[in-house]
């Protein structure tokens, strides 16, 4: 009876076939976690804020699109416009749950300046005392406005 030698080499095709899952895995998923309201940020050349990889706090984000409708990062629907009263109160829910929540504006470059003042006017009557801005980093290379 001859003996059988032991196969020295690495079965590699389950390694491939996990690979491939993972890979249409991530090719579903990777759309549908890019969300929120396009906006067209403003260029400044601002710091960026100091946050805390540790701290699991999300900002709160308001969003002002280019057609002046406000959206609000919080509550059941995230893509639709949020009407004043609802700002107001889920605002105050997040900031009475978390006095720290960072409160910030994410508006387009196109809105009037007096509606994003409107909507700041509506963060402070939810209990934010301070406002941050979103903007894109300045471009070296650009042209200041």
């Given at each position: ?8 080499d ?7 076939d ?74 105050s ?12 504006v ?40």
């Amino acid at each position: 009876m001859a003996k059988r030698r032991l196969m020295g080499d690495i079965n590699v095709v389950p390694y491939i076939d996990v690979m491939l899952v993972l890979l249409i895995i991530f090719m579903v998923t990777a759309p549908l976690l890019t969300q929120g309201i396009e906006v067209d940020l403003p260029n400044a050349d601002a710091a960026p804020l100091d946050v805390d990889p540790e701290d699991e706090e999300l900002p709160l984000v308001l969003s002002v699109s280019a057609d002046g409708n406000l959206f609000l990062n919080q509550g059941a629907d995230k893509t639709s416009p949020a009407p004043d009263a609802e700002i107001v109160r889920q605002v105050s829910i997040v900031l009475q749950r978390k006095p720290k929540t960072p409160v910030l504006v994410k508006a387009d470059q196109a809105v009037p300046y007096g509606r994003v003042v409107y909507a700041m006017v509506l963060l402070q009557k939810g209990g934010a005392e301070q406002i941050g801005f979103i903007t894109d980093p300045l471009d070296e290379t650009a042209q200041r406005p």
